[in-house]
């Protein structure tokens, strides 16, 4: 693209205008001049002529104006569907959307100020990778297609926009924020015409792909994904976008909110994979069954964030934390640590899931996996962890599947417990009102005598946070 010798701005994305493109007071440096010819370029390039037949849908010459107000241009009707829109052009359809004065089928007539509480419909959103329930209409009980109105625009902004490059057919970036409608599909088309801004520095998080990432072209942050095709493909597959460099994949738990729980797959090259392997391996000391154990892989657990604030106020509280292990127990369907082609189950029966998003848990939970297991809880009603991996391992068993290899796979956690002043024991088992002595935080079990391996017991839900999940073979 041609640009001025001397102040180097891009000049006007609409061909024959050699205006400087419109750079507002945040310093962002828009496409077009102005609205005028972004408009233009979005009705030669994107948008097909208004049928004269659908002139008067909806009601008269009213109901083919633009609703945006101060705007009198026709409405936008899609030839491939035959449907009528609100707005000239997405431009509007997003402006009237942030003035909040946009309808949509997600907001009936309780959905004003003092409406009726917010309820649920009984089918799923259609906005792709969303498994919310749709909303419904306090009023008129009518189901929409969405679970909100946020994604009710983005719904449709999918539906109906491309990728402004010439010759791209691709859609167009759709911002989840926001719901608004970018001009690009992703970094290629954006790179292509120039605009090398929005070309980021890091690799799609896409499996396979190692395209660059696409840039938000506000905040100017990459969005982890190069293209919005990979980044709707990695949500229907359960993934987002990874946090940080050396990470192969991520799968996020729950619904689709940015504070659900998510699993980092860690390449070798992670520094953190080492001494985490390291740890696992050299901390068995359980004789070997077969012929031995390895590590297939390591996951990086990032649990919600008020289960993490709450857990690391406590460690500062309380100090002397100490990386354990711990095993539990899996549901049957949840195999996405044998098989990565799909995500965790998510399901409130599934233990694996369960801490991930809840963190460790007292109530319903204490000595579940430990009764299915037949061993008992010796110093009460706590979470138990254990120095020794292998001894972890006792507790795993329930976790076990099998890959198509034929090799058995088991999980267990690594995780950060705040031990705090420790009562230290060799006893086999303590008394209730000892589970923990008055003025200790937890208990020590050694080993001795009563003891083959020692474990640690605490007895607050956030002395423990889920760091690490590893997945390792036993081998016959």
Request: with cysteine; charged share 25%.
């Amino acid at each position: 693209m041609a640009m001025f010798a001397g102040t180097h701005r891009r000049l006007c994305a609409l061909p024959d205008c050699q205006s400087p493109c419109f750079e507002d007071q945040d310093g962002f440096v828009h496409s077009y001049c102005s609205r005028t010819c972004s408009n233009e370029a979005l009705a030669r390039a994107k948008w097909a002529s208004l049928r004269s037949s659908s002139r008067n849908r909806g009601g008269g010459s009213d109901g083919s104006r633009c609703k945006l107000a101060g705007c009198s241009r026709t409405v936008y009707v899609d030839e491939r569907s035959g449907r009528v829109h609100e707005f000239c052009g997405r431009g509007h359809a997003n402006e009237a959307m942030a003035n909040g004065k946009r309808s949509s089928p997600s907001r009936g007539t309780g959905a004003g100020k003092g409406a009726p509480a917010h309820e649920k419909g009984t089918g799923e959103c259609s906005l792709e990778g969303c498994k919310e329930l749709v909303y419904r209409d306090p009023v008129t009980k009518v189901d929409s297609k969405y679970c909100s109105n946020r994604h009710y625009v983005a719904g449709t902004a999918m539906l109906n926009s491309e990728c402004i490059r010439d010759g791209c057919s691709r859609a167009a970036w759709v911002d989840e924020g926001t719901g608004g409608v970018l001009d690009y599909c992703g970094s290629r088309c954006a790179g292509e015409v120039g605009m090398n801004y929005l070309v980021g520095v890091g690799v799609c998080s896409l499996p396979g792909c190692v395209n660059p990432n696409f840039v938000h072209p506000r905040d100017r942050q990459e969005t982890g994904y190069c293209c919005e095709d990979h980044r709707l493909r990695a949500t229907q597959r359960s993934l987002g976008p990874n946090p940080e460099p050396f990470v192969d994949r991520t799968f996020r738990g729950g619904t689709t909110s940015a504070d659900d729980f998510q699993l980092s797959v860690l390449t070798n090259r992670h520094p953190e994979y080492l001494s985490r392997k390291q740890q696992f391996m050299q901390k068995w000391e359980k004789p070997l069954v077969g012929t031995g154990v390895s590590v297939l892989r390591i996951f990086k657990v990032q649990v919600p964030k008020d289960i993490r604030r709450r857990t690391e106020t406590c460690m500062g509280q309380v100090g002397n934390v100490q990386r354990r292990f711990h095993g539990t127990s899996c549901s049957n369907v949840c195999t996405f640590f044998v098989d990565l082609r799909g995500g965790p189950c998510g399901e409130s029966t599934c233990k694996v899931c369960n801490i991930c998003t809840h963190g460790f848990q007292l109530r319903d939970n204490v000595g579940d996996t430990a009764r299915r297991t037949n061993f008992d809880l010796r110093y009460g009603d706590g979470l138990y962890f254990s120095s020794v991996s292998g001894k972890a391992n006792d507790y795993a068993e329930l976790s076990e599947k099998t890959d198509r290899s034929g090799k058995k796979v088991r999980c267990m956690f690594l995780s950060s417990v705040t031990v705090g002043r420790a009562f230290i024991t060799y006893e086999g088992k303590l008394p209730p009102e000892q589970c923990p002595p008055p003025g200790f935080d937890s208990v020590v079990g050694e080993k001795g005598p009563a003891l083959n391996y020692p474990e640690v017991v605490v007895y607050k839900e956030e002395a423990a946070l889920p760091t690490h999940l590893i997945v390792y073979a036993l081998h016959e």
